[in-house]
C-alpha cells in the first residue's frame, strides 16, 4: 500500500503497483491468442477513451445515464430513509457526478460521515476527494486508488452506522453469468447482514431497436470509443493495428439478453504487438469483441442477487422503465 494524501479529512491510498502494469499485456496475449478474440471493456478507458465516453453519455441515444440520474434524483431521499446510511462506498467512483445526489440526500438527513471512493485513476480520486471534502464541510474520505475487481478487500472496515455499497452506470452488465455472481459475492462480504446495503444499477431488457441505437450512435461517438482500444495496445504494447481499418459493430444477442460490441477487420492483416513479442492475424471481416453489456429482467436480477448471497430489498425504475436501481442485502 502507498499512501498518497493525508490529511484530517481525507486519506488515499494506492494499491496499484508495478505488478498491476502487466494487466493490459496479460490481457491482449490472452485475448488475441483465443480461438474467437476479446479483449476486456476495462482497457477503453484511458484519458481519451474516458473523454469519449464522457460524450457518449450526453447522445439523445444513450439512455442509461440520464435514466439513473433521474431515479437518483426522484429516489435518494427515499434509499437514504431506508437505510439510514452514514457512509458511502462507491466503487468505480469516477467523478462522482450522480454520487453527489446520494452524498446530499444524507448530508441532509444528518447522517453523512464518509465517503470511500474506488477507482484505477489516481488523478481522479485525489480531485474528487479535494472537491468533496469542501463541497461537504465534515465529510471524512478514504479513497482507493485501485481496480475493483482485484482490491476489494482492502477497502476499509465500516465506520460507524449503516453503510452503502454502491455499483453504478450498468457496469455488472459487463461481466459475463459466471464472474457476475463470484463478483457479487466478493461485494457481499463487504456488507453487514441486517445493517448495510448494495445499491446497484442494471440495464432492463427492452425493445431491441433501443439498444442497438444507445451502441450505434447516428453521429459515430462509440464508434470511436469502440476503436481507442486499439490506439490504447498500439500505444501502451507498441503494436501496430491500423485502427481506421476495424470498422464498428454493435447487436443485442436476443438469447444471451446482452449487447456486444465487436471490432471488425476489412482485410487480411497482420499485426504485431512488439512488447509481447506477438503476431497476430486477422482474416477478412474476422472481429475482435470488446464488450458484453447484460440486461436485466427483474428475475434475471433477483437470480444473480441470490446466487451471490444477497437478497433484493427494493427495486426503483425510471417512468418508462428503462433502467433500474436495487437495494439488497446480505443473507
Not at 494524501?5 to 505488478?19: F, H, K, M, P
Not at 493490459?24 to 474467437?36: E, I, Q
Not at 434509499?79 to 439510514?84: D, E, K, L, P, R
Not at 439478453?257 to 512488447?275: D, P, T
Request: aromatic share 6%; charged share 30%.
Amino acid at each position: 500500500m502507498q499512501p498518497l494524501l493525508s490529511t484530517d479529512a481525507i486519506l488515499v491510498e494506492s494499491y496499484v503497483g508495478a505488478g498491476d502494469e502487466r494487466a493490459l499485456a496479460d490481457d491482449v496475449l490472452d485475448g488475441l491468442t483465443r480461438p474467437f478474440k476479446e479483449i476486456p471493456p476495462k482497457h477503453f478507458y484511458d484519458e481519451v477513451g474516458a473523454e469519449l465516453f464522457d460524450r457518449i453519455c450526453d447522445l439523445p441515444e444513450y439512455y442509461p445515464t440520464r435514466c439513473e440520474r433521474l431515479i437518483l434524483e426522484e429516489r435518494s431521499a427515499d434509499i437514504v430513509a431506508a437505510t439510514g446510511a452514514a457512509e458511502l462506498v462507491e466503487l468505480g467512483s469516477g467523478t462522482a457526478a450522480k454520487t453527489r445526489l446520494l452524498l446530499r440526500a444524507m448530508a441532509e438527513a444528518g447522517t453523512l460521515r464518509r465517503y470511500v471512493p474506488v477507482d484505477v485513476t489516481e488523478a481522479m480520486v485525489l480531485e474528487c476527494a479535494d472537491t468533496l471534502v469542501d463541497e461537504f464541510p465534515g465529510l471524512q474520505v478514504h479513497g482507493i486508488v485501485g481496480d475493483f475487481e482485484r482490491h476489494l478487500g482492502h477497502i476499509p472496515p465500516p465506520a460507524d452506522g449503516p453503510r452503502i455499497v454502491a455499483f453504478l452506470g450498468g457496469t455488472l452488465g459487463n461481466f459475463t453469468p459466471g464472474s457476475r455472481r463470484r463478483f457479487l459475492r466478493a461485494v457481499a462480504k463487504l456488507l453487514r447482514p441486517g445493517v448495510d446495503r448494495l445499491l446497484l444499477g442494471t440495464d432492463l431488457v427492452k425493445d431491441p431497436a433501443i439498444l442497438e441505437a444507445a451502441y450505434n450512435d447516428s453521429a459515430g461517438v462509440t464508434a470511436e470509443f469502440n476503436r481507442n482500444v486499439l490506439r490504447v495496445i498500439n500505444r501502451e504494447l507498441d503494436a501496430d493495428f491500423d485502427v481506421d481499418a476495424f470498422d464498428h459493430v454493435a447487436f443485442f444477442d436476443r438469447e444471451r439478453q446482452w449487447v456486444e460490441m465487436r471490432l471488425r477487420a476489412q482485410r487480411h492483416m497482420h499485426v504485431s504487438v512488439r512488447k509481447l513479442g506477438l503476431d497476430v492475424v486477422f482474416a477478412p471481416r474476422e472481429e475482435l469483441r470488446t464488450e458484453i453489456s447484460a440486461k436485466f429482467t427483474p428475475q434475471r436480477l433477483r437470480g444473480d442477487l441470490a446466487a451471490g448471497g444477497l437478497d433484493l430489498r427494493g427495486l426503483m425504475t425510471d417512468p418508462d422503465d428503462l433502467f433500474a436501481l436495487s437495494l439488497s442485502a446480505r443473507r
